[in-house]
Antibody, heavy 118, light 111 residues
Framework: VQLVESGGGVVQPGGSLRLSCAAS????????MHWVRQAPGKGLEWVAF????????NYVQSVKGRFTISRDNSKNTLYLQMNTLGPEDAAVYYC????????????WGPGTLVTVSS | QTVVTQEPSLTVSPGGTVTLTCASS?????????PNWFQQKPGQAPRALIF???NKHSWTPARFSGSLLGGKAVLTLSHVQPEDEAEYYC???????????FGGGTKLTVL
């Protein structure tokens, strides 16, 4: 199993960014996925969930209406579209593979850093 | 807003035993919260250790064990090794909100 995030960088407050997570080593379309973030020097925060076929999603309250999780099973890629970014969104963003409903984050990618700064 | 609480920091001697706890602001932690535990070392992604409160992943060292006790999820490290120095996070599921919440983490120092 390999997960590799990309798309992080520096964005101005109010800006947008799309993160990607390239998956390999398993049948991506079979598994649900999560995004988790970690602000510098802080703890982990669950951000979003998507079901294997993309039909069901859920978000932490603080990003609802601003972030959209999606996936392209033909490309084995998970996405996180982030809009109206604020300083509170600055973090390392990790994608994580679900094994089953009781194992939400079996494998993790190395993360990609999002910096929100003018 | 649901809060999951862990000890901010703990210190243990090499070879000793230490217990980390995970409590929920909504009440007792149960198997329905699917308690998971993760280890994170500086500069690394988290690594899964325990799922469903008590079950180990294939890569989890035998000295790590999980349980439910006194309304909390518990992670016990026995025969602690220097390489166990890390941050430990619990993760709980809340079916009513269909969402997951991490605890604030416990920084474990082996000294």
């Amino acid at each position: 199993v390999q997960l590799v995030e990309s798309g992080g960088g520096v964005v101005q407050p109010g800006g947008s960014l799309r993160l990607s997570c390239a998956a390999s080593g398993f049948t991506f379309s079979y598994y649900d996925m999560h995004w988790v973030r970690q602000a510098p020097g802080k703890g982990l925060e669950w951000v979003a969930f998507i079901q294997s076929d993309g039909s069901k999603t859920n978000y932490v309250q603080s990003v609802k209406g601003r972030f959209t999780i999606s996936r392209d099973n033909s490309k084995n890629t998970l996405y996180l579209q982030m809009n109206t970014l604020g300083p509170e969104d600055a973090a390392v963003y990790y994608c994580a593979k679900v094994r089953n409903p009781t194992i939400p984050c079996e494998y993790w990618g190395p993360g990609t850093l999002v910096t929100v700064s003018s | 807003q649901t809060v999951v609480t862990q000890e901010p920091s703990l210190t243990v001697s090499p070879g000793g035993t230490v217990t980390l706890t995970c409590a929920s602001s909504t009440g007792a932690v149960t198997s329905a919260n699917y308690p998971n535990w993760f280890q994170q070392k500086p500069g690394q992604a988290p690594r899964a250790l325990i799922f469903s409160a008590t079950n180990k992943h294939s890569w989890t060292p035998a000295r790590f064990s999980g349980s439910l006790l006194g309304g909390k999820a518990v992670l016990t490290l026995s025969h602690v090794q220097p390489e166990d120095e890390a941050e430990y996070y619990c993760l709980l599921y809340y079916v009513s909100a269909q969402s997951w919440v991490f605890g604030g983490g416990t920084k474990l120092t082996v000294l």
